[in-house]
């Protein structure tokens, strides 16, 4: 172990975070994957990886919970997430991706760290940090370089490129008048988008009422969701499938100025799996964008206008 080169035939990769599994996948190296989280589930061959994470919240919990679990993890400077360090060790890899973007999204990187200096061998340790669309295509140029498969990972960015552009011409055919927009990425208590989502939301010609560019999402008020007064409401809690999604949206009924706000009365909230399509920076996120075109376009026909 730690004698490997990473450029060598078989080395053996730990993926510690969603979208770089399903990168490697993408770039040819999904052979060469010894270990993954248990959120890592597409594509599906992922699922029969071992599993060296796990989840300290409830299974059961509504946003709400999981965010008083949340604050309340990050004051107590604990994690929402269990490392396996000892079937990490098992594991002996060359190469492990983590991340330090978001101790939310994903096992942190200090804990990550930590487990790997008690290692026999010496792997490398890899951080990945996108905050923006762009920054996500270099990304996976850079893990195909680090793997030996610079060219696959060249493929693989460029064809997202395209489909960005593509989907940019779609849009402007689909949304000639385009609404105006909330994008949420949790629902109790409401947080606006960050990150690469104002990008992919760039590429519809949408105008986001609120959103912080390239910058962490993060919560906002409702007093701030009723002053923009959006034509339309995109929610895509992360972390959450269609199903809890939809179980968000539901529990947002009992709010009142929720239940006040012009486009839930007239009916254009659009639930999305935020987990899928928009949350993990990989090779999904234009698959994401297409997806909010196409609930826009059947909402209001290609056009909105104010009531």
Not at 69 to 89: K, W
């Amino acid at each position: 172990m730690g004698t490997r080169s990473l450029r060598d035939s078989n080395i053996r990769i730990v993926s510690l975070l969603p979208s770089a599994t399903e990168i490697l996948y993408a770039i040819g190296a999904g052979d060469e994957l010894v270990g993954v989280t248990h959120e890592c589930d597409y594509p599906p061959e992922a699922r029969a990886l071992p599993a060296l994470t796990s989840s300290a919240l409830p299974e059961s919990a509504d946003a709400a919970e999981i965010d008083r679990h949340v604050r309340r993890g990050i004051h107590e400077g604990s994690s929402i997430y269990h490392l396996d360090a000892a079937a990490l060790e098992r594991l002996e890899p060359d190469l492990i991706v983590t991340q330090e973007l978001c101790d939310v999204c994903a096992v942190s990187y200090d804990r990550v760290t930590s487990a790997v200096r008690r290692l026999r061998g010496d792997p490398r340790v890899v951080a990945l940090e996108p905050n923006s669309f762009d920054d996500v295509l270099e990304t996976i140029r850079t893990l195909g370089s680090l793997v030996g498969r610079a060219n696959e990972g060249d493929r693989v960015a460029e064809d997202l490129t395209r489909s960005a552009e593509r989907l940019r011409s779609r849009a402007r055919r689909e949304l000639p008048d385009p609404p105006t927009l909330l994008f949420l990425e949790w629902s109790d208590p409401p947080f606006a988008p960050g990150h690469w989502t104002p990008d992919l939301l760039d590429l519809l010609g949408v105008r986001s009422t609120i959103e912080f560019r390239h910058a962490p999402a993060r919560a906002v008020t409702w007093e701030e969701v009723a002053a923009g007064d959006p034509d339309c409401i995109a929610l895509a809690p992360c972390g959450f499938d269609l199903a809890k999604a939809r179980r968000a949206l539901a529990d947002l009924q009992a709010n009142e100025t929720w239940r006040g706000l012009r486009a839930v009365r007239e009916g254009r909230a659009i639930v999305l799996d935020g987990n899928a399509y928009f949350n993990r920076p990989g090779v999904r996120l234009v698959e994401g964008a297409e997806r909010l075109l196409e609930e826009l376009t059947r909402l209001g026909d290609g056009r909105y206008r104010r009531a």
